[in-house]
């Protein structure tokens, strides 16, 4: 060690002798300046070049008060013999460990170099760096480092040394259309740390000259026995060793395109219309070989220590495809009517009569009549903070401000619409305030003076509206249609509306209103996203990565009981990360009894992770589907190559998010296929979740959300009545944060059941139509109709039911597709089922897809419970069986597990596919209804948090 450090101190290394710390503390004792002063000069430089860390400094005034008188007195008269060269960090070598435990490590030597080179486009950098510690451990880290209480009298000291190489590469080449980046990194670790028993009272320095003159090589097992039983014993070895290789390449390709509209549709815009796309594709390429070895070494009696080793390698494959466009809209802002009534079915017959009233804003300004503008002077006064003499020719500009202002926000902010006249006018007084920078004071003038005149002036715009209408009483019938043609979109009686206007009656007013609040809010909540700044913006991203990965992993442990050549053997094998010879090192060992405690485990591992990713901005309207698969298989041996564990882990998850709620629809397969191949019980290895998170529920929506479990009896009837009580009675406005989440699980036996397969061949096929056409005509009452048909049809034309579905599901996934093949073939029969479909396309490939990955599930299990079976399988064939049950579990269930329908199914919160998997994987486990599934709902209410159990 102390050639190291003499090796390390710098230009003046060769003035530092062998026995530094030995000589210098002897030189502090008899205060010889001759044999001090060459150490000294060298020690010096050493720490000025390389700042030493002033870690100890705080030490002497933590030192009781006896110590620290000695301790000052000796410092001072060294200092003063040595005319002040000595460093301040050598004061912490006088001081005893006992007072040192528990603080900061003292940093003996670092060194960090560093350094980045360019060349072109590329740029290489370079960083090494060292350091050599000393640290006493605090009472609690020493036992817990030893196992063991600390000895009396005894502290524990580390010393380490740690060393660190990165290098890394990497650039980027232009292309001309887009650039090619390239990169590689690769670094090492090392750690070694070693701990000695040392008494308390003994100084820092003179423990560092004991741990040096008894320094032995490690790597030599009667050495290390030797140093254990040393006066200043070795206690522990620990050392650990980390490397990393990384590569990996990415290509960009990107285009801009410009243009600019005047006309949308054939008509005139209010101004230009520029649009920026911006299209963008990325592929990338990595590759990773990671590396862990940790060797421990622990003293156990002075004879005799322990062993321990852990090593692991890692290796992966990850790939990754983008796909990106960004378009962005130069001038939205200016022709937002246009484009937000274009939005819109066809409305020019009612604009034609009605079109001032869906913005209201001027008319408002029209009839509002302020006061004088005498009365305005206090309100000036309070703008200004000072009083003015301009206040009269000021109040008109104020007025006409007010006027615009309030008109603006009942355009953009605040709906005129079905809202009482005084609360609405005292919202957009508020508003108005908080426009205008008022304080308390200032706001409460303008109350005073606007509040009535403002209610009276949204009073007189809905009047005006009532005598519009009144005025539309002779319209002809044709008309009146072609008028009220937008009121379907609030669910308005147009034939009760229209008799209404035709009658003269009060009544016609209330849907009209209903119909302008709605529109208001659409375009309020577009123009709320043009004041986010996210209006011009339309953008869609898809993402596709993939990573496959290869693991190995050993652990060992042993005790050596004594120095023998069995047990040198194995000891330099351990040093050197030869485990190939571990077993016939380890059984002449053992026969020689140098070695007993022994245990170990090898594992090998393999896995496939893949994800695909949507996400949709439309003008700050946000949507995200998202898919996640995981097939994941390990094999664990014991150091005899028995076979301990067959872990098999698949799990699939499917995300749909729109407007403020997430659906999450997953399995989770987690088990050990060895223990239960044995017949162990263990935790449910099977799990369906699906998951729903909302920001703003409604009765309604919870409604749904139970509707379709309710009626396939996968929960208990009532189950949503008890969940819209917990939800409470003012549910119907929507202002409740949940989170529901429904599970079915699946015990061993269950599992072993659904493994089994019993129910194989074409009768699988009938059993899950069953399930699945039942599932759908309850889920959906426009399809009864056609499924109770369907039976006829197919005896009229001679067909049977799987034929059609077998036909029907290898059609794509278009509906056009799917009409044509099944009027080919019911031959015309099938007239009026056209509308639905797509859910017979859904509904044939999620069967026959279950059907197969069912069987192919089967059959895999069969091969690898042979292999489990066997002595001589090798890992690469059962984790090779595992991952293809998993596929096969992953490929069957994936067609029906859905988040969110493609449709965007109102019947159901949970979409129907889902329900009947649940459904047809209980009944193939063996499991009969009821499931009596319980739904945990975590409700936010009025900012109160609550937990309920529904079911």
């Known amino acids: 060690m102390t050639d190291w450090l003499a090796n390390a101190a710098g230009t003046q290394a ?56 000695k301790v000052e007195q000796q410092w001072r008269q060294l200092k003063d013999k040595l005319a002040g060269q000595l460093p301040a960090e050598i004061k912490a070598l006088f001081i005893p460990l006992e007072q040192c435990q528990g603080e900061q490590a003292l940093p003996l030597v670092s060194l960090a170099p560093q350094g980045q080179w360019q060349a072109g486009q590329f740029k290489l950098g370079l960083e090494l760096s060292s350091a050599l510690e000393v640290e006493v451990l605090a009472q609690d880290a020493a036992e817990t480092a030893l196992g063991d209480k600390l000895p009396v009298g005894k502290c524990l000291q580390r010393l380490g040394l740690d060393g660190k190489l990165a290098a890394s590469l990497g650039g980027q080449l232009p292309l001309s259309f887009g650039s090619l980046g390239l990169n590689a990194s690769g670094q090492g670790q090392v750690e070694l740390d070693s ?54 390449a990415e290509l960009k390709v990107g285009k801009s395109l410009t243009r600019s509209l005047e006309t949308l549709n054939g008509q005139a815009l209010d101004s230009p219309l520029k649009v920026d796309a911006e299209l963008a594709a990325t592929v990338g390429l990595s590759l990773k070989d990671k590396g862990s070895f940790e060797l421990e070494l622990q003293r ?210 209330a849907p009209i209103e209903a119909f302008l609040g709605r529109y208001s809010q659409f375009r309020n909540r577009i123009l709320k996203v043009v004041a986010d700044g996210l209006q011009e913006r339309i953008g869609l991203q898809w993402l596709a990565s993939s990573e496959q990965g290869q693991s190995r992993e050993s652990r060992f442990s042993c005790r050596i009981l004594k120095d023998s050549p069995q047990s040198r053997g194995l000891y330099q094998a351990l040093w050197q990360r030869d485990l190939s010879r571990l077993p016939a090192l380890l059984a002449a060992a053992l026969a020689n009894e140098s070695v007993d405690k022994v245990d170990g485990s090898y594992s090998a591992l393999a896995q496939h992770k893949s994800q695909t990713t949507v996400t949709l901005n439309l003008l700050g309207f946000g949507a995200s589907w998202s898919s996640q698969l995981l097939n994941l298989a390990k094999v664990e041996r014991s150091l005899d190559g028995q ?161 059609w579905y077998r036909a029907l599901a290898k059609q794509p996934n278009s509906r056009a597709g799917a009409e044509w093949q099944l009027d080919r073939t019911l031959n015309g029969v099938a007239t009026g089922l056209q509308h639905q479909v797509q859910r017979l396309w859904e509904l044939g490939r999620a069967v026959l897809a279950l059907a197969e990955g069912y069987q192919a599930m089967t059959g895999h299990w069969q091969h690898l ?43 159901n919160r949970i979409p129907w596919p889902t329900l009947a998997l649940y459904q047809a994987l209980a009944v193939l486990a063996g499991r009969q209804p009821p499931m009596n599934l319980v739904t945990q709902l975590a409700l936010t209410r009025k900012g109160q948090d609550y937990q309920y159990l529904i079911g």
């Not at 003994?202 to 050495?223: C, F, Y």
């Not at 030797?226 to 590569?247: C, G, H, K, T, V």
């Not at 079976?869 to 998993?886: C, F, M, V, W, Y």
Request: glycine fraction near 6%; include cysteine; hydrophobic fraction near 45%.
């Open 14 to 69: 060769a003035a530092i002798p062998t026995d530094f710390f030995s000589q210098l503390l002897a030189a502090a004792q008899r205060f010889d300046d001759q044999s001090a002063e060459s150490l000294l000069q060298a020690f010096n430089q050493h720490f000025e070049g390389n700042n030493a860390s002033q870690a100890f400094s705080t030490f002497i005034e933590e030192l009781d008060p006896a110590t620290k008188a």
């Open 195 to 248: 701990f000695y028993l040392a008494p308390k009272d003994a100084s820092l320095g003179q423990s560092l000259v004991e741990i040096g003159r008894g320094w032995t090589s490690p790597l030599d097992l009667g050495q290390l026995l030797a140093a254990m039983a040393a006066p200043l014993p070795l206690r522990r070895l620990q050392l650990s060793f980390d490397a990393e290789l990384a590569l990996g």
């Open 300 to 509: 156990d009696t002075p004879s005799s220590l322990w062993v321990r080793l852990y090593k692991r390698r890692d290796k992966s494959r990850s790939s990754l495809l983008q796909l990106g466009a960004d378009i962005q809209l130069k001038g939205l802002t200016d022709n937002l009517r246009q484009l937000v009534d274009r939005a819109l079915p066809d409305m020019s017959a009612f604009d034609a009569e009605l079109k001032d009233f869906k913005w209201p804003g001027k008319l408002l300004q029209d009839k509002l009549a302020l006061p004088d503008e005498s009365l305005f002077a206090p309100l000036i006064e309070q703008l200004l903070s000072a009083p003015s003499a301009q206040s009269l020719p000021l109040a008109q500009q104020l007025k006409n401000l007010i006027k615009e202002q309030l008109a603006l926000l009942v355009d953009e902010k605040l709906p005129l619409w079905q809202q009482d006249d005084a609360q609405l006018g005292q919202r957009l007084l508020l508003e108005l305030g908080q426009a205008l920078g008022l304080d308390s004071k200032g706001q409460g003038q303008l109350d005073e003076l606007l509040a009535s005149p403002l209610e009276k002036g949204i009073g007189k715009v809905k009047e005006a509206l009532a005598d519009k209408l009144q005025g539309l009483k002779d319209k002809g019938e044709a008309d009146l249609d072609a008028l009220l043609k937008p009121l379907a979109a609030v669910d308005a009686d147009i034939q009760a509306t229209k008799d209404a206007i035709q009658q003269g009656l009060a009544q016609a007013l």
């Open 643 to 803: 076979i301990l564990a067959c872990h098999s882990q698949a799990e699939v998850d499917k995300v749909h998010g729109l407007l403020g709620e997430r659906k999450s629809a997953a399995l989770v397969m987690d088990t050990d296929l060895k223990a239960m191949l044995a017949g162990t019980l263990l935790p449910a290895p099977l799990k369906l979740q699906f998951s729903l998170s909302d920001d703003n529920l409604t009765a309604q929506e919870l409604a749904l959300y139970f509707k379709g479990m309710e009626q396939l009896g996968l929960c208990q009837s009532g189950a949503g009545a008890q969940a819209l009580q917990a939800l409470g009675a003012d549910s119907d406005k929507g202002a409740n944060k949940a989170d529901l989440s429904t599970s079915l699980a699946f015990t061993t036996g269950q599992w072993r059941c659904l493994l089994a397969g019993e129910n194989q061949g074409e009768a699988l096929v009938e059993t899950l139509l069953d399930i699945y056409e039942q599932s759908l005509a309850q889920s959906h009452s426009q399809d009864q109709e056609a499924v109770a048909r369907r039976p006829a049809l197919q005896q009229a034309k001679g067909l049977d039911r799987q034929a």
């Open 865 to 907: 419970a042979a292999l489990l079976r066997e002595d001589g399988a090798s890992d690469r064939d059962i984790k090779a069986a595992t991952q293809a049950l998993n596929a096969a579990l992953l490929e069957g269930i994936t067609p029906s597990l859905k988040a969110g329908s493609v449709l965007f199914d109102t019947q």
